[in-house]
Each structure stands twice: as structure tokens, then as C-alpha cells.
């Protein structure tokens, strides 16, 4: 694998609950609410089934963010961010484009603008565009959100809990009591929607929108 360029790492809990599932609103009783915000994220999942950690992601059109699951810990997951920087991007990123698509060739002008890097990674990646209305909120030193989102013909509710250390996730959780929604991270979701749709006969999304 290509060396990693840089990382910093974070503890993080991701549930999708349904409409009778009560974690949300105990979120936004717990927590204090700071910003809200629209986005629309462009997420290129890796084809290769060696590069599932990998999370990649065009972040509102204007940023390249991959991050890397590096284990689970019961409950939590930890993640590292391995590369973040606006477009155009330095040919630093290559070898993180390496390890992430092994079978991706840089091409002239792909680190230009986030269409260009779209395209050359389109043989290799699976486009997945997800719009969200995201509140974030923090309590002591750790972080949540939660997210209304559209992807791939589905709306739904995310939310998440984040922290640079394990104890202030493991212990919300702990207090919440069990059994615990599943922590089912970004990725593993819109794969799971690719699968859906393809079972069912819709059209091909790895492929840049009209």
C-alpha cells in the first residue's frame, strides 16, 4: 500500500434510526445544539473489496476528504482522516489515490476540479450523491449531529456521535442502556443501497449525474 500522507484519528457511533426510535430526541436533550447547515456530499466508494475502510468523499463540491475505518471498539468505531484539502489538489494526494484505488491512473488535469477527479475515478468508484440538512451539536468534548439526507432515491435520518477520545462516546452509550441501534457508518450504508437498487433493476450509479 502507498504511504499514508496524514491522519488524525476519531472515535465515532452512527446509527440510522427509524421513525419510533427515540435516540434523536434524547441527542437534542442531552446535547446544545450550534449549527445548521446544507450540504450535498459526493461520496466515491472504492469497487475493490480490499478498500472498504476507505470512506471517500467530495465535501460541498469544494473538498477531498478520505477517511479510513481503522478498527471497532464494542460499539464505537475509530477512524482516522488520511487526507483533506480543497481543490485544485496538490499531487501529494497521489499516492493516497493509489492505496485507496489501486487500479486508477492519474490522469492530466484530474486533481484540477472535483469533476475531472470524478471522471477518472468513475471506472473504479461507485458515485453515490447525498444531500443532508445537518445539525450539529457538542456536549463537553464530544460531538453529534443529526442529519436528514437524500440518497439514491431514499430519504432517512442519520445520526452520529464523534469524539477525539473513546471514553465520552463509550460512556453515552453505555447510558442509553442497550440494545443499541447497530453503528453502520456512511459507506457501509449507501453500499447497501447500491445493492437494494440493483436487486430491483434500477440503473447503474456508478456513474457522474446529468
Not at 488520511?82 to 484530474?110: C, D
Request: charged share 30%; aromatic share 8%.
Amino acid at each position: 500500500m502507498a504511504r499514508i500522507l496524514k491522519w488524525d484519528k476519531t472515535y465515532e457511533y452512527r446509527a440510522w434510526p427509524g421513525p419510533e426510535d427515540t435516540l434523536a430526541a434524547t441527542i437534542r436533550r442531552d446535547f446544545q445544539s450550534q449549527q445548521m447547515e446544507d450540504r450535498t456530499d459526493d461520496y466515491l466508494l472504492p469497487v475493490g473489496l480490499s478498500a472498504l475502510t476507505f470512506l471517500p468523499k467530495i465535501r460541498a463540491g469544494k473538498k477531498f476528504e478520505i477517511k479510513q475505518r481503522i478498527r471497532t471498539d464494542a460499539a464505537v468505531e475509530i477512524w482516522r482522516r488520511i487526507f483533506s484539502e480543497k481543490f485544485p489538489l496538490n499531487l501529494n494526494v497521489q499516492p493516497v489515490l493509489e492505496a485507496v484505488y489501486p487500479s486508477a491512473a492519474l490522469t492530466e488535469g484530474a486533481l484540477d476540479t472535483p469533476g475531472r477527479l470524478v471522471r477518472m475515478l468513475m471506472p473504479h468508484a461507485f458515485f453515490c450523491r447525498v444531500r443532508k440538512t445537518r445539525l450539529s451539536l457538542r456536549k463537553g468534548a464530544c460531538k453529534a449531529e443529526i442529519t436528514e439526507i437524500e440518497a439514491l432515491g431514499k430519504e432517512t435520518m442519520t445520526v452520529a456521535l464523534e469524539c477525539r477520545k473513546l471514553s465520552p462516546v463509550a460512556d453515552y452509550l453505555l447510558a442509553q442502556g442497550s440494545p443499541l441501534l447497530p453503528n453502520i457508518d456512511y459507506g457501509t450504508w449507501l453500499r447497501a443501497q447500491i445493492k437494494r437498487r440493483s436487486s430491483i433493476g434500477l440503473v447503474d450509479d456508478r456513474r457522474w449525474p446529468p
